[in-house]
């Protein structure tokens, strides 16, 4: 069974950093890209960026280019999100989501349960 | 970036109606298109890709239609966890944009 496990809850204070994770298990990991989505509260659905674990391979969306960073270590199967500097306005829940098929451009089709990610001083 | 508009906002229907849900680029994206059903508090689910394709595992009450600017996913008789808000999202050009989404609440 294909399941992405993330991270927990995490409280940050404004300017602190923070790396979550992801961790993929049941199928092929170094196979299918991996993508982030960010969900602000009461809000839609963002495209971040993706990785393609098998060889780090990161591409970002024009708006958090910069903003975060997508890495992996495909020896313990896991993707991270990082941040140097939080702000209030990185409040929200972010996804990670893999790839229907072994494809960068691809649909997702399994996705983690969320992280809430709450910037507050 | 294409722009994905999603009409309506809000539908308001009752279980065993039929739903109708709008998704139209700001260009053309062939059938570069997938939806998603969000229930709350849970994580996104691929219901539909390249546009008329069901995922695995999704009942056939679900069908996708349409290519080019315009998409439309179609629901035949609501179930109560149909309940939820819809995302459209292309893969036609980089990055995969999502629309804003139509809540489907009970009438």
């Known amino acids: 069974e294909v399941q992405l496990v993330q991270s927990g809850a995490e409280v940050i204070k404004p300017g602190e950093s923070l790396k979550i994770s992801c961790k993929g298990s049941?199928?092929?990991?170094?196979?299918?890209?991996i993508g982030w989505v960010r969900q602000m509260p009461g809000k839609g659905l963002e495209w971040m960026g993706i990785?393609?674990?098998?060889?780090?391979?990161?591409r970002y969306s024009p708006s958090f280019q910069g903003q975060v960073t997508i890495s992996a270590d495909k020896s313990i199967s896991t993707v991270y999100l990082q941040w140097s500097s939080l702000k209030a306005s990185d409040t929200a829940m972010y996804y990670c989501?893999?790839?229907?098929?072994?494809?960068?451009?691809?649909?997702?089709?399994?996705w983690g349960q969320g992280t809430l990610v709450t910037v507050s001083s | 970036e294409i722009v994905l508009t999603q009409s309506p906002a809000t539908l308001s229907l009752s279980p065993g109606e039929r739903a109708t849900l709008s998704c139209r680029a700001s260009?053309?994206?062939?059938?570069?298109l997938a939806w998603y059903r969000q229930k709350p508090g849970q994580a996104p689910r691929l219901l539909i890709y390249?546009?008329?394709n069901r995922a695995t595992g999704i009942p056939a009450r679900f069908s996708g239609s349409g290519s080019g600017t315009d998409f439309t996913l179609t629901i035949s008789s609501l179930e109560p966890e149909d309940f939820a808000v819809y995302y459209c999202?292309?893969?036609?050009?980089?990055?995969?944009?999502f629309g804003q989404g139509t809540r489907l609440e009970i009438k």
């Open positions: 989501a893999r790839a229907r098929v072994p494809a960068a451009g691809s649909f997702f089709n399994y």
């Open positions: 049941g199928y092929s990991f170094t196979t299918y890209w």
């Open positions: 990785i393609y674990p098998g060889d780090s391979d990161t």
């Open positions: 260009q053309s994206i062939s059938s570069n």
């Open positions: 390249d546009a008329s």
């Open positions: 999202q292309q893969r036609s050009n980089w990055p995969g944009t």
